[in-house]
């Protein structure tokens, strides 16, 4: 996500010195040792009851539209989009048949590659994050993790799938999905370049660098035997098709939006679910990631719903949705002295105007159809049963969500993470997601992007508390 100037924190440190770091029930701490459990007759309950109030309330919960929102209809245009073009296209759904981010072409992860400027030397070097000293390069990690182009017949787009050799069939099939202007390393180790400084100064928190490279999620996965999928959305891409001249009016920084990820990871998820028609598939999003997790499933189920060709209903193959720092709710840089909604025409402003203010939320366009009426829509098929106004909708399988952030300093007025909240990313049906926080130290310590920026945003899938809540609930 963009870059937005905030009030300035107290470190972490300190904060946590003052407040207890804790809460008081199982949707609380980050320590791992406490574990929220939801109930399908709890969750169903509760969607009962929710849904009695809004009707109460002269809400029409069952004209509600979980369709597309008709401000980002897909633009009846077959040229590709490019900078002049730019316009025509952001923040609206891209077809595949133009889109485009969807290309194999110059992988860094790609064993073929040796011709490209990103040529494949150990599968994490995509020449910016991980490579460029500018941003804290070259990673200093060794004895990468093995992978190479994800080939999934019906998927055209690009992926990393990490090399499995004794794979638990009994598993579900786990498919990674990064953020804004990451791509698959976002999941794997890093290690600065010793002597490197953190570049946490914005967020006003302070922690070492890591000495020794800490196992991320995607080596953690492989070696707990799950098949690893990790989609690209070619964030590299970006300057070939919107002006990046500023920050301000254009998109220096390479943001993509709804229009442009969603498509991309709805195939992927379409193909891996067709061609492994017996097994569950674990979806786990970071930051933008999320709501692109969720948005694609929900796209998923109206073509399902529309009767389309070689549609499937996802939510009767989901296993897991683990959702780490996402804005369903909102994101900073929607916020004052921002004004890229108002008047960032690239994807760089039609991101935040899908996401909305996170400090003074109102459902957007894009929430609208996401989340539905107080959130009523939000946890598809956590009961087994009900999903977007339905009942009989997914065919017994229970989908188990969860979502992960870090701990307010102080709730609702002084955020940790710097471009989510506590509000803003849990999911308010408590009896159907398992909200959980970490506490205010549990940053990504490793100094992954841009040596360590937004190192609190990372923390809640790449930090070692992170990575144990996740690991631990994908278990169960």
């Not at 004794?166 to 999905?177: A, G, H, Q, R, Y």
Request: with cysteine.
């Amino acid at each position: 996500m963009s870059r937005f100037s905030l009030r300035f924190y107290a470190t972490g440190l300190a904060a946590c010195a003052l407040l207890a770091c804790e809460k008081p029930n199982g949707n609380g701490n980050g320590n791992g040792e406490e574990e929220a459990v939801v109930s399908v007759e709890a969750c169903k309950k509760q969607i009962s009851a929710r849904h009695d109030e809004l009707v109460a309330a002269g809400v029409d919960v069952a004209s509600w539209s979980f369709r597309d929102a008709p401000e980002m209809a897909e633009p009846s245009l077959t040229e590709r989009q490019t900078p002049a073009t730019y316009t025509q296209y952001d923040g609206k759904y891209r077809p595949l048949s133009n889109h485009p981010g969807c290309s194999i072409e110059n992988l860094y992860y790609d064993k073929n590659n040796t011709a490209g400027s990103t040529p494949y030397t150990d599968g994490n070097n995509d020449g910016k994050w991980t490579g460029d000293g500018v941003f804290g390069g070259p990673n200093k990690a060794a004895n990468h993790i093995d992978g190479d182009v994800a080939r999934i017949p019906g998927y055209n787009c690009a992926a990393k799938e990490y090399t499995q050799s004794n794979e638990d069939t009994s598993k579900p099939i786990v498919i990674l999905v990064h953020g804004n202007s990451t791509r698959p390393h976002s999941w794997e180790k890093f290690l600065l370049p010793a002597g490197t400084t953190i570049n946490s100064a914005f967020e006003k928190v302070q922690f070492n660098p890591d000495t020794e490279a800490r196992v991320q999620l995607a080596e953690a996965l492989i070696a707990e035997r799950y098949r690893v999928i990790a989609v690209d959305f070619r964030t590299d891409l970006v300057a070939t098709v919107d002006p990046t001249a500023n920050s301000s009016t254009e998109n220096a920084a390479g943001n993509i939006d709804h229009g442009w990820s969603t498509p991309i990871l709805q195939s992927l998820i379409k193909a891996v679910m067709l061609n492994n028609p017996n097994r569950k598939v674990a979806i786990i999003g970071h930051s933008l990631g999320v709501t692109v997790v969720r948005d694609a499933l929900r796209r998923l189920y109206v073509d399902y719903v529309d009767g389309k060709p070689e549609s499937i209903n996802p939510f009767t193959r989901v296993s897991h949705v683990i959702l780490g720092s996402g804005a369903n709710h909102g994101v900073s840089t929607f916020d004052p002295p921002s004004s890229l909604c108002a008047n960032n025409r690239t994807m760089r402003g039609t991101i935040v105007c899908e996401m909305g203010s996170r400090t003074n939320y109102q459902q957007t366009y894009f929430h609208k159809p996401l989340n539905g009426p107080r959130d009523l829509f939000a946890t598809p098929c956590a009961d087994g049963d009900y999903a977007f106004g339905k009942t009989g909708q997914c065919g017994g399988n229970v989908v188990k969500y969860y979502t992960i952030t870090m701990t307010d300093i102080d709730q609702g007025a002084n955020y940790q993470d710097l471009y989510v909240s506590e509000s803003a990313s849990r999911i308010d049906l408590a009896d159907c997601s398992v909200n959980k926080l970490t506490t205010l130290n549990d940053y990504d310590t490793s100094g992954y992007f841009n040596k360590g920026f937004i190192a609190n945003h990372f923390g809640s899938l790449r930090s070692a508390a992170g990575l144990k809540l996740t690991m631990g609930y994908l278990a169960k």
